[in-house]
């Protein structure tokens, strides 16, 4: 029926091609921004997850960063421990020179001072980002031996989040304890067979100056020599120690890292836009576009014929 009051092939015209510009103002806001989820109106659910996961991410970024510090600190004392073994087995040939008879042991003691000084500044100075682990004053009121770093991130089913750490014992790879109620492997006081104890003389202040070629001097000198013998091995352990920790921060800064990469995938794979399916689905809305157009004239136009009938 043709009616002057409605055009019903315009209206129908005009409905399609409203349909096809909303179909190409989406299409070309994927192509813009490159994503198919780009706001929870696209779709709330895929939304929500790829939101809860960019912000996981964000937080194991952090981690990354603190296993990068936590590598670094560890390095430090690694490295600070293992020049104190060479010093220290410096000193220990410096000690089987002086068993020697008739050897002058007064200038011997002057090479073993210059490197018990050696050995303190090597202490002292085997600092990373505020933390010594080898000096430290464990009669202080924030001292803890074991020492955490962050090392994981991870959300249950349930969206409770945890923190993993790994722990470092530095109890037994301090070389130098301030306080009046402990010693570290250098500064302890160690008896005739080398180990710890109440009574004796340390690595760091041991003196040889005035040893004679006396058998109990001597016998005294020897004491020496395993006390220094003692703490070489045991640094050599904290070292071997801090060795397998330095491995696992590593193996663990990997891990986070591939889990960051993985975690990017998997948003991707939610949100983000297929843009060679969005490129050609937009030529083909252009064309629709078009044809629309078109339908919307012919459709116009058509009402013109009626007034042919009244000429």
Same mark, same amino acid.
């Given at each position: ?58 937080? !194991? ?113 301090? !070389?130098?304890?301030?306080? /009046? ?39 005294? !000198? ?15 352990? /904290? ?11 590593? !193996? ?60």
């Amino acid at each position: 029926m043709d009616s002057i009051k409605t055009n019903f092939a315009a209206m129908t015209a005009l409905q399609s091609l409203q349909n096809t510009n909303k179909e190409m103002l989406k299409t070309q806001s994927r192509i813009s921004t490159g994503y198919r989820v780009a706001t929870a109106e696209d779709n709330a659910s895929y939304w929500s997850i790829a939101t809860t996961m960019r912000s996981d991410n964000k937080a !194991l970024s952090t981690v990354k960063d603190a296993l990068g510090l936590g590598s670094a600190t560890v390095d430090v004392a690694y490295t600070a421990l293992d020049k104190a073994i060479d010093v220290t087995s410096e000193i220990k040939v410096k000690l089987v020179a002086a068993r020697t008879p008739g050897v002058d042991r007064e200038k011997i003691q002057s090479e073993v001072t210059a490197l018990q000084n050696q050995l303190k500044s090597i202490g002292d100075s085997s600092t990373f980002s505020g933390q010594n682990w080898l000096s430290v004053d464990s009669s202080a009121a924030n001292y803890n031996a074991t020492k955490s770093i962050v090392g994981s991130f991870s959300r249950d089913a349930a969206g409770d989040v945890s923190i993993g750490t790994i722990s470092v014992d530095t109890s037994s790879i301090k !070389l130098y304890d301030s306080s /009046a109620s402990a010693v570290g492997i250098l500064d302890g006081l160690r008896s005739s067979t080398g180990a710890i104890a109440a009574t004796g003389t340390s690595v760091a202040a041991l003196d040889i100056s005035a040893l004679t070629d006396s058998s109990t001097d001597l016998t005294t !000198l020897e004491g020496y020599i395993k006390g220094v013998d003692t703490a070489v091995s045991e640094m050599t352990t /904290a070292a071997t120690s801090l060795g397998s920790v330095k491995q696992r921060v590593g !193996l663990q800064k990997e891990f986070v890292s591939s889990l960051m990469q993985a975690i990017d995938r998997g948003i991707s794979t939610l949100v983000d836009a297929d843009m060679s399916e969005e490129s050609t689905k937009l030529q083909a809305l252009q064309v629709q576009q078009q044809l629309g157009i078109q339908a919307m004239s012919i459709a116009n136009s058509s009402t013109q014929n009626v007034l042919s009938l009244f000429r």
